[in-house]
């Protein structure tokens, strides 16, 4: 059975329980305390060197990074491919939204969630600043468009989705940003969804 090294509050952690759920993929979860260090334990380094949060063990098949892991179950278990497209365009497109993911809404709506909690320092206003730049180009994005990519939700919607409902920790809504959320609704609404922990109550 799969196995989902997990942590509950971040957001790539997050991203693979929720892809498992979409796919109806049974699995079982090893909870990883990265406040107690636990990443840095020895059992945990031979998972993963990174010492990062997600990784799955699929029967031995390790993979780990949150957009490896999506791309990972999707084309292995969504027959259809219509998670992750099989022609070259679509494969691109959902690409283009993967990498968007990992540089600027990592660095900028994760950024900004991390300093309104507490767990990085850094100027709160002046990070609300550029993620409201991303956000902008995310809702331009979305603006006449149901997903990212294509007609249906692929993995760039999952890969997206987290950090842009969580940026409501760092003082952002979805306020201004229309397309953004009536996206967030149609996620939220599919089946199999997982719930996401600690959702901010400002994100409307």
Known sequence: MLKLYDTQRSGNA????????????????????????????????????????????????IIRDSAAVLVYL???YD????????DAKGMAEVQQWLAYANNEILNNLALVRSIG??????????????????????DR???GRLWLVGSSPTIADVACYP????VGQGGITHDGYAAIADWSRRIEGLKGYAALPWRPAAVT
């Open 74 to 76: 999707a084309a292995k």
């Open 14 to 61: 997050y991203k693979a329980r929720l892809m498992l759920g979409l796919l109806q993929l049974p699995h079982d979860v090893q909870p990883v305390d990265l406040a107690n260090k636990q990443q840095l334990e020895a059992w945990y380094l031979a998972v993963n060197p990174l010492h990062q949060v997600p990784v799955i063990d699929d029967d031995g098949v």
């Open 117 to 138: 909690l507490g767990i990085r320092q850094g100027n709160l206003a002046e990070a609300q600043v550029k993620a409201r730049e991303v956000m902008a180009h995310l």
């Open 163 to 166: 950090y842009c409902t969580l």
């Open 141 to 143: 994005s979305l603006t």
């Open 79 to 86: 027959a259809s491919r219509t998670w992750y497209p099989a």
